[in-house]
């Protein structure tokens, strides 16, 4: 480790946008496009949720064929339907986690001890961690075994409080996560509402948006080269 050529994929397991009555979970095109990258790249992706499972589903789009074929691939297919729990996990098996977005992980990541281990062994052992949109949400508690916030001093992009707001979520969601991260020593850049945008700080890969998951796996695949 690294050179396991296989990554995980944290997905949320947390289904109830607020008090507004809607469903959300784990935003379909952030798992599909990592994946797909990852894949071609000749990597094994598994998938672990918070809770185990089956894990909620938000944002799926089946006008795009990536997503589609995330959906259908047989080896994913398996394992949504009943998904890891952390504790099933053994993180020296894995290069990569990367922290999948979607609402529902502001709810639940912060609070994972269970990903946060994984986390924090991959990345001590010398692989890497990434996140997408609100999966950063994994990270604001994410401490290193030296008590540290392992985002603390890091350049990171994240789901912005500007892009927040333009959803119509800053009231709902428990905690805007731009502020959050910059509250535990991340310098957080951000581009243009809803454009790609990624940062590497080291073997930390973070992505703003939906729009930034391609490029979020294809950065990914660089650092761990």
């Given at each position: ?14 289904q109830e946008l607020g008090e507004t009555g809607r469903t959300t979970g784990f935003y379909v ?17 598994d998938l672990v949720s918070v809770s185990g499972g089956r894990p909620p589903m938000d944002g ?166």
């Open positions: 480790m690294p050179g396991t050529r296989k990554i995980l994929l944290a997905l949320t397991s947390h095109g952030e798992a599909a496009h990592p994946w797909k990258v990852l894949s071609d790249a000749g990597y094994e992706v799926r789009d089946l006008s795009d064929p990536i997503q589609q074929a995330f959906l259908e691939d047989r080896r994913i297919a398996e394992q949504l339907a009943a998904t890891a729990r952390p504790e099933d996990i053994t993180p020296g098996d894995y290069d990569a986690i990367v922290y999948v977005g979607g609402h529902g992980t502001v709810w639940d990541f912060p609070d994972s001890a269970g990903l946060a281990g994984i986390a924090r062994d991959i990345y001590e052992a010398g692989g890497a961690v990434a996140a997408v949109c609100h999966g950063p949400a994994g990270l604001v508690n994410l401490k290193l075994s030296n008590g540290a916030y392992l985002v603390d001093g890091k350049n990171v992009a994240a789901f912005t409080n500007s892009e927040e707001a333009a959803v119509g979520l800053t009231d709902v969601v428990p905690f805007l996560l731009q502020s959050k991260l910059e509250e535990r020593g991340a310098k957080h850049t951000g581009a243009p509402d809803f454009e790609p945008h990624v940062v590497v700080d080291g073997r930390l890969v973070t992505g703003q948006n939906p729009a930034s998951a391609t490029a979020l796996g294809e950065a990914l695949v660089k650092v761990l080269i």
